[in-house]
């Protein structure tokens, strides 16, 4: 069974840090790109920040330069760290692993963790 759990979300001020963490288990951590999006109310859910395994990484031009995605392959977790939040931060982030091998699909959601800035 696969399963992503995220956690680290809260309420902080603005130009504050908080780290987002998302725990798989059930599959090959290192066939799967791991991605960061976020949506806000009434807004569509965005792409925040993507790496491979292989460490190539895009961004939002949104977060560019205040986010930090990175993964850690023994612990089949990736992270999001977030400087300097702003109070258009605020959003459920998500976290999603799709698989990069074509004989194994495969695209998968955690349940989401909410992220509050306060102005």
């Known amino acids: 069974q696969v399963q992503l759990v995220e956690s680290g979300g809260g309420l902080m001020q603005a130009g504050g840090s908080l780290r987002l963490s998302c725990a798989t288990s059930?599959?090959?951590?290192?066939?799967?790109?791991m991605t960061w999006y976020r949506q806000a109310p009434g807004k569509q859910r965005e792409l925040v920040a993507s790496?491979?395994?292989?460490?190539?990484?895009n961004y939002a031009d949104s977060v560019k330069g205040r986010f930090a995605i990175s993964r850690d392959n023994a612990k089949n977790t990736v992270y999001l760290q977030m400087n300097s939040l702003k109070p258009e931060d605020t959003a459920v982030y998500y976290c999603?692993?799709?698989?990069?091998?074509?004989?194994?699909?495969?695209?998968?959601w955690g349940q989401g963790t909410q992220v509050t800035v306060s102005s």
């Open positions: 999603n692993a799709h698989s990069v091998v074509a004989s194994i699909p495969g695209d998968y």
């Open positions: 059930g599959i090959t951590f290192s066939r799967y790109v």
């Open positions: 790496r491979t395994s292989a460490g190539i990484t």
